[in-house]
């Protein structure tokens, strides 16, 4: 435990990267698409662009701190929130100050400035609130709980794996899944990390899950994975509502690590033009309350739909079989 000579900032700082986009010489720039990022694992893929020769990045960061930063009488002033990439392979830093999102002085966003040849593979990213304390000027008083990983050359946003995946045939797997024996997957959102248990006792899902390419298989293969995105987006969403801890004057908080992220990411759909807090408050009142949670049911399907990119996959995939059967028929 790190002791410090003068006053910290209790409370959670929560860093989220919103939007990543890429230039090359002579280029537009590209703007890159939910499934380069992760807020579950906390990853950036900028290997996913389209455009292999891109020189800069851009990514769109945003924080929440606690109010008590910028409250009247407290023991700092001049306080700043300020992203932070390192790498410790090229011994490369980068900084970019957030500018204040709300009045609330809570939402803080900004944006960060990449160069590919100062990165080596992977660079670690956080949120640092600085300010003067006792005259001392760039104290840092808080920093975020977890970091983001930005890396350069994946084109999937992992740090070892998205979810965790269970292949069993359910038919003979551990008891609780037997009752969901001719389902084609299960998604249990209890863990550490969600985990999708997928029924290998389900007629050709092992050879779907498994297949690649641009053939029927692989363009299935595409449209299930996003489907159980989805699913899992969903899950994650009402197993953190399920379980927020409540203030004592009934003010819901976000939950710690990826439970928190996910709800950061899915409210803004799911409670339109609402600050985070007050989309958060309104979502566990009509949980708790008598009606207005049935209501919300689309929403958070519309949102879990457009993070898994099931829209896009949808399109792709019909075009896709058409396109083979237009050749069939030729």
Same mark, same amino acid.
């Given at each position: 435990?790190?002791?410090?000579?003068?006053?910290?900032?209790?409370? @959670?700082?929560?860093?989220?990267?919103?939007?990543?986009?890429?230039?090359?010489?002579?280029?537009?720039?590209?703007?890159?698409?939910?499934?380069?990022?992760?807020?579950?694992?906390?990853?950036?893929?900028?290997?996913?662009?389209? &455009?292999?020769?891109?020189?800069?990045?851009?990514?769109?960061?945003?924080?929440?701190?606690?109010?008590?930063?910028?409250?009247?009488?407290?023991?700092?002033?001049?306080?700043?929130?300020?992203?932070?990439? @390192?790498?410790?392979?090229?011994? &490369?830093?980068?900084? #970019?100050?957030?500018?204040?999102?709300?009045? #609330?002085?809570?939402?803080?966003?900004?944006?960060?400035?990449?160069?590919?040849?100062?990165?080596?593979?992977?660079?670690?990213?956080?949120?640092?609130?600085?300010? &003067?304390?006792?005259?001392?000027?760039?104290?840092?008083?808080?920093?975020?709980?977890?970091?983001?990983?930005?890396?350069?050359?994946?084109?999937?946003?992992?740090?070892?794996?998205?979810?965790?995946?269970?292949?069993?045939?359910?038919?003979?797997?551990?008891?609780?899944?037997?009752?969901?024996?001719?389902?084609?997957?299960?998604?249990?959102?209890?863990?550490?990390?969600?985990?999708?248990?997928?029924?290998?006792?389900?007629?050709?899902?092992?050879?779907?899950?498994?297949?690649?390419?641009?053939?029927?298989?692989?363009?299935?293969?595409?449209?299930?994975?996003?489907?159980?995105?989805?699913?899992?987006?969903?899950?994650?969403?009402? #197993?953190?509502?399920?379980?927020?801890?409540?203030?004592?004057?009934? @003010?819901?908080?976000?939950?710690?690590?990826?439970?928190?992220?996910?709800?950061?990411?899915?409210?803004?759909?799911?409670?339109?033009?609402? &600050?985070?807090?007050?989309?958060?408050?309104?979502?566990?009142?009509?949980?708790?309350?008598?009606?207005?949670?049935?209501?919300?049911?689309?929403?958070?399907?519309?949102?879990?739909?457009?993070?898994?990119?099931?829209?896009?996959?949808?399109?792709? @995939?019909?075009?896709?079989?058409?396109?083979?059967?237009?050749?069939?028929?030729?």
């Amino acid at each position: 435990m790190k002791v410090f000579p003068y006053p910290r900032l209790r409370g @959670t700082v929560s860093l989220r990267v919103d939007a990543a986009r890429v230039k090359a010489p002579q280029q537009p720039r590209e703007q890159l698409d939910s499934r380069a990022r992760s807020v579950v694992e906390r990853v950036v893929a900028l290997g996913l662009a389209e &455009t292999e020769d891109w020189e800069t990045a851009t990514l769109t960061v945003s924080a929440t701190i606690p109010a008590k930063a910028t409250e009247p009488g407290g023991p700092w002033s001049e306080v700043a929130v300020v992203a932070v990439l @390192t790498d410790r392979a090229t011994n &490369t830093r980068v900084t #970019s100050k957030l500018v204040p999102d709300a009045e #609330s002085g809570r939402e803080w966003r900004g944006e960060l400035p990449v160069v590919r040849a100062d990165l080596c593979d992977r660079a670690a990213l956080t949120v640092q609130v600085v300010a &003067t304390v006792d005259g001392v000027p760039g104290r840092i008083i808080a920093e975020a709980a977890d970091d983001w990983i930005v890396d350069v050359k994946s084109a999937v946003p992992t740090r070892e794996q998205s979810f965790d995946i269970k292949e069993v045939g359910f038919a003979r797997g551990p008891s609780w899944l037997r009752n969901f024996a001719d389902a084609p997957w299960i998604v249990n959102a209890s863990g550490k990390l969600p985990t999708v248990h997928i029924n290998t006792d389900f007629d050709g899902m092992t050879d779907v899950l498994g297949a690649e390419g641009r053939g029927p298989e692989g363009l299935v293969n595409q449209l299930l994975v996003s489907q159980m995105a989805a699913d899992v987006w969903i899950a994650v969403f009402h #197993s953190a509502i399920g379980d927020l801890e409540i203030e004592d004057d009934g @003010t819901p908080l976000f939950p710690h690590g990826w439970q928190g992220e996910v709800l950061r990411e899915m409210l803004p759909d799911v409670v339109p033009d609402r &600050t985070l807090e007050d989309a958060l408050r309104e979502v566990h009142r009509r949980r708790v309350g008598a009606t207005g949670w049935t209501d919300l049911q689309p929403r958070i399907q519309y949102a879990a739909m457009r993070r898994a990119d099931v829209p896009r996959a949808l399109s792709e @995939t019909v075009r896709g079989l058409d396109k083979l059967k237009r050749e069939d028929e030729a």
